[in-house]
């Protein structure tokens, strides 16, 4: 079975500045999909961004990107620009292959670190 | 763009009382999850559904029976509730189109058990 492992359960940024969100994972498949999910107070679940485990190059999507180190399993979210509206739970997030009919294509969650971002 | 469906937003049940949450995915989705996420918690696969049949099942109690119907919607049963059943239960849709891979959850129903 896949474990996510979000070791960090706190963090603080001053807005405007660059913070990192360390996830790991296991697994002993070769195909797989990661995604780190923000949860505001609201609790809506917001897909931030997906990394195809195929791809080398990490995604970036605005000021958000990762850092995908697959060898290592490791899978670090980079905000850059922190902004007040960044304030969050965030989910690091483990989705097997690329099934099509959504057998094993369950996510499984790390347990999230929560951002503060100081104005 | 229309997003995932979820009613009733809230919900206050006694325990052993019986519960049904419904989902309605985003239009030409085939595909839905339930999740489940205690207070404080990360979310937990319950079950999934692609057209309409059952695909894939998590950590669902026995007391917990879901389905999705013609219409792609799909229901949450849950009877004999126990206050550990207190949580956000959220519902998830996708389109079974190959290469489609996010998961688009809707707002979630908040269930609280007295």
């Known amino acids: 079975a896949q474990t996510v492992t979000q070791s960090q359960p706190e963090m603080s940024v001053q807005e405007a500045e660059t913070v990192t969100l360390s996830c790991t994972y296991d697994?002993?498949?070769?195909?797989?999909?990661l995604f780190w999910y923000k949860q505001p107070p609201s609790r809506q679940m917001i897909l931030v961004i997906r990394?195809?485990?195929?791809?080398?190059q990490n995604a970036t999507e605005n000021r958000f990107s990762v850092n995908f180190q697959k060898a290592a399993k490791s899978f670090s979210l980079k905000i850059s620009d922190s902004q007040l509206g960044d304030a969050a739970m965030y989910f690091c997030?483990?989705?097997?292959?690329?099934?099509?009919?959504?057998?094993?294509?369950?996510?499984?969650f790390g347990k999230g670190i929560t951002l503060s971002v100081r104005p | 763009a229309a997003g995932v469906i979820q009613s009733p937003r809230h919900l206050i049940k006694e325990k052993r009382e019986t519960a049904t949450l419904k989902c309605y995915p985003i239009?030409?989705?085939?595909?839905v999850y339930w999740y489940q996420q205690g207070p404080g918690q990360d979310p937990q696969f319950l079950i999934s559904?692609?057209?309409?049949?059952?695909?894939d099942k998590g950590s669902i109690p026995d007391r917990f029976s879901a389905q999705q119907f013609s219409d792609y919607h799909s229901e949450l049963n849950m009877s004999s509730l126990e206050l550990g059943d207190s949580a956000l239960y959220f519902c998830?849709?996708?389109?079974?189109?190959?290469?489609?891979?996010?998961?688009?959850f809707g707002p979630g129903t908040r269930l609280t058990v007295l």
């Open positions: 998830a849709s996708r389109t079974g189109t190959s290469g489609k891979v996010e998961q688009f």
């Open positions: 697994t002993s498949e070769s195909d797989y999909y």
């Open positions: 990394q195809e485990a195929y791809k080398q």
């Open positions: 997030a483990y989705r097997s292959g690329p099934g099509v009919t959504g057998a094993n294509s369950k996510l499984t």
């Open positions: 239009p030409r989705h085939d595909t």
């Open positions: 559904f692609y057209e309409k049949m059952q695909s």
